[in-house]
């Protein structure tokens, strides 16, 4: 079994989520009383916030690397960064590590593309559905086309997420915004949505939905599992 590398925090409330689902995908697969063997690294996300909001996207990148470097110090196999948003600098943690980075829009597109979807609704930051860093990597390697909300609906989806789930709040007003904002999402003909914050799991269930919902949290600890049982 090999090292499972994590870069959490972003929030400590999703990296809570990816080490339980993580642990519990390897009992599945394995069986008897194994857990997934893991590092983890928890950097401050009071200090990652701030520097996001101020575009410090450079400064940002040394963290994420220091914190690659750290794992790949103690052990680790491969990396698993638990943010979307954080993927901007990806190339900035390929750079700075001589092992395996598990991008999360890779496995998240490949389990699109398996169940025969093309136009998804993304929702995430606003970093993440405005910029190219993740539209464009689905986009560009994987000929997924992209639809992501009006600005009226990103600011909502954006607010809900700092302000409240990476503060532990979920609240079912936010929940039926999120909702009309995927109607609204099918409406101009997405089949499928992104969750492509990892908070946004801890808010929408694919029961509560129109379209199927793609959780990327869950996506990329499967596939964590998967890489540390080859």
Known sequence: MKTIGLIGGMSWESSAEYYRLINQRM??????????????????????????HDGQWDRLGAMMQDAARQLERGGADFIVLC???????????EAAVSIPFLHIADPTAAAIKKRGFRTIGLLGTRFTMEQDFYKGR???KHGLSVITPDEAGRALVHGVIYDELCHGKVLDASRQAYLAIIDELKHRG???????????A?????EH????????????????????CT
């Not at 943010?83 to 943690?93: C, D, R």
């Not at 997405?190 to 946004?200: S, W, Y």
């Not at 939905?209 to 890489?227: E, K, M, N």
Request: hydrophobic content about 45%; some cysteine.
């Open 209 to 228: 939905a129109s379209l199927p919902v793609f959780d990327t949290t869950g996506i990329h600890a499967d596939a964590a599992v998967a890489l540390a």
């Open 83 to 93: 943010t979307n948003t954080m993927h901007k600098v990806s190339p900035q943690i």
């Open 190 to 200: 997405a089949e499928a949505v992104i969750l492509g914050c990892t908070e946004i």
């Open 202 to 206: 801890l808010l929408i269930k694919p």
């Open 138 to 140: 689905l986009e560009e």
């Open 27 to 52: 009992k599945e697969r394995q069986g008897g009383h194994n857990n997934a063997r893991s590092l983890m690294v928890t950097v401050n996300f009071h200090e990652i916030e701030a520097l996001q």
